[in-house]
């Protein structure tokens, strides 16, 4: 099982971006996949997370209007894009599945899987 | 958003010590609450999660306890590989916040 991320890029100020999110050995359609920024020197942000079966999507309210998260079942894939960067949006930003889990007591979430990152560098 | 506060942000210790990080909620939260390891440059790690429930492979020495607002995870018998940053986060609402972190650093 496993979740891997595009490689590093290099934007400027005002250019668009999509990052992607690839699942493999488990059904990745069925488990949702959220994104996580963390920018340089700081803690974790959770900025969303999408059902990729349904593209049913939950934004934080501090990223709602900032980005869009999608994704494309048909490749397993999970999308993370700017219409406009900004020199703020330089970041390491991770997808990460969340797993249920169901005990007597209700169902349990966590992150279990992550990808390995994909940094951003917005610079003019 | 549910916000959690971890405390404290920085941590020093030596190698054998047992440290407790604290973790709280601004709402009752029941145990919806995972921790997290992540060392430079890699993506965090689960350590436990409902508060309490170790994730499989994880160490013993680490332990969680809670529920409600004030949460806790706990490293017995500090090793050289447990000196990193450690994440709370809550997943009870939508919007599934991390804590600041706590930087757990040798002495």
């Known amino acids: 099982e496993q979740l891997v991320q595009s490689g590093v890029e290099v934007k400027q100020p005002g250019e668009s971006l999509r990052i992607s999110c690839t699942g493999s050995g488990y059904n990745f359609n069925h488990q949702w996949i959220a994104w996580v920024r963390q920018k340089p020197g700081k803690g974790l942000e959770w900025m969303g997370i999408?059902?990729?079966?349904?593209?049913?999507?939950i934004y934080s309210p501090s990223f709602q209007g900032q980005v869009t998260i999608s994704a494309d079942k048909s490749v397993g894939t999970a999308y993370l894009q700017w219409s406009s960067l900004e020199a703020s949006d330089t970041a390491m930003y991770y997808c990460?599945?969340?797993?249920?889990?169901?005990?007597?007591?209700?169902?349990?979430?966590?992150?279990?899987?992550w990808g390995q990152g994909t940094l951003v560098t917005v610079s003019s | 958003d549910i916000q959690l506060t971890q405390s404290p942000p920085f941590l020093s210790a030596s190698v054998g010590d047992s440290v407790t990080i604290t973790c709280r909620a601004s709402?009752?939260?029941?145990?919806?609450v995972a921790w997290y390891q992540q060392k430079p440059g890699k993506a965090p790690h689960l350590l436990i999660y409902?508060?309490?429930t170790l994730q499989s492979g994880v160490p013993s020495r680490f332990s969680g306890s809670g529920s409600g607002t004030e949460f806790t995870l706990t490293i017995n018998s500090l090793r050289s590989e447990d000196f990193a940053t450690y994440y709370c986060?809550?997943?009870?609402?939508?919007?599934?916040?991390f804590g600041q972190g706590t930087k757990l650093e040798i002495k």
């Open positions: 409902s508060a309490f």
């Open positions: 990460a599945r969340r797993t249920g889990k169901r005990s007597l007591l209700g169902v349990h979430y966590f992150f279990d899987l």
């Open positions: 709402q009752g939260i029941s145990n919806s």
């Open positions: 986060q809550q997943l009870y609402s939508s919007v599934q916040t």
């Open positions: 999408i059902y990729p079966s349904d593209s049913d999507t």
